[in-house]
């Protein structure tokens, strides 16, 4: 399964943006699929920042609570992350799953 995210981009801190991951999957393989955001900064490891499972139960990193929200479209066979109140901590390539797939990520920049 292909995974393509976008959205990325530089902002500043307070702001938001909402990443889309497109994935090319039938929807027999995606609709059962829990789907999840990661994320990477530089020098650090890999990080869940959140997931959604099939039934539409969420799950959130401590860090993002509150401010991140992820969502599923089945129809489209899409998944977001909208991303409110951005910190200069959540500067990271994000990167959207799905099972044994990942996409190639991308880039988060939060700066004044």
């Known amino acids: 399964v292909r995974l393509r995210e976008s959205g990325g981009g530089l902002v500043q801190p307070g702001e938001s943006l909402r990443l889309a991951c497109t994935t090319q999957?039938?929807?027999?393989?995606?609709?059962?699929?829990?789907l999840a955001w990661h994320r990477q900064a530089p020098g650090r490891q890999r990080e869940l920042v959140a997931s959604?499972?099939?039934?539409?139960?969420?799950n959130y990193a401590e860090s993002v609570t509150g401010r991140f929200t992820i969502s599923r479209d089945n129809k489209k066979k899409m998944v977001y992350l909208q991303m409110n109140s951005l910190k200069p901590e959540d500067t990271a390539v994000y990167y959207c799953?799905?099972?044994?797939?990942w996409g190639k990520g991308t880039l988060v920049t939060v700066s004044p």
């Open positions: 799953q799905m099972g044994d797939s």
């Open positions: 959604i499972d099939s039934r539409g139960s969420t």
């Open positions: 999957s039938i929807s027999s393989v995606f609709w059962p699929a829990t």
